[in-house]
């Protein structure tokens, strides 16, 4: 694999409410999966990898990076705490209001929202773990309250042992955001996506934003590209 790295294509747009962001909330340094799987040593429940970084992993295609995002289980949240201890300071954040979630407020602002991660205040966030609400232990879309799941059927494992979202689920999160990043990924991993799992991104999008861009490139790709090539993890 080459090392280079294909650089982001962002907005001006996007490049301005970064820097907004920044000067407000502080810099990110995040992990890489390496880093992340040092982070979780030990956690004894399930974690797994999202966003872009789920993307290259299934793809091989690399480019930047501007976080990583961890997930788990609503319901492992206590235990994620307790396994990080005091070496990290964990925030709640949920539509940009942020509350410690330590000893004093045990519980997160929403089950649906996000924890950041960083050593402490003078330190840049490393981890972003956009949470994952579940049924009675089940994975449950954030985007479609309806696909309720066993965990082993919306991951991978890659050979290293690390488990990352399906890659047409992480698609049709993308698909919400459709920032050109997003773009990009779709037009990397459409193409390695076998016949059932393009039908699935088709249809859940179709239903989900009848508007968006996408059905119409997603339908106008029919199941050719799957015919080309079918690789799954």
Known sequence: MDDAREPLDRTPEEITEDEEFFRWYGPWAPL??????????????????????????FTGSR?????????????DLAAFREHVGDRWHLWSN??????????RHREVLDVSSQVWIRRSATDPWVVDLPITPDRDGLWTSKRDPGHVAPLEDVTWVDDGGVRYLRPE???????????????????????????????????????????HAWVQRLGSSGGRAGEERTVAP
């Not at 030990?42 to 789920?54: K, N, Q, T």
């Not at 949920?94 to 000893?103: A, Y």
């Open 32 to 57: 890489d999966p390496d880093g992340l799987v040092e982070l979780m040593s030990g956690f004894a429940r399930p974690w797994w990898i999202v966003g872009g970084w789920s993307i290259e992993a």
């Open 63 to 75: 480019r930047e990076h501007e976080d990583i995002d961890l997930s788990i289980l609503a319901c």
């Open 94 to 103: 949920h539509g940009g209001t942020l509350r410690p979630f330590n000893d």
């Open 169 to 211: 689920i992480t698609l049709l999160y993308k698909a919400a955001l459709h920032r050109p990043k997003d773009d990009r990924d779709l037009a990397v991993t459409w193409p390695l996506l076998g016949e059932a799992e393009q039908e699935w991104l088709r249809e859940a999008t179709g239903r989900l934003y009848p508007d």
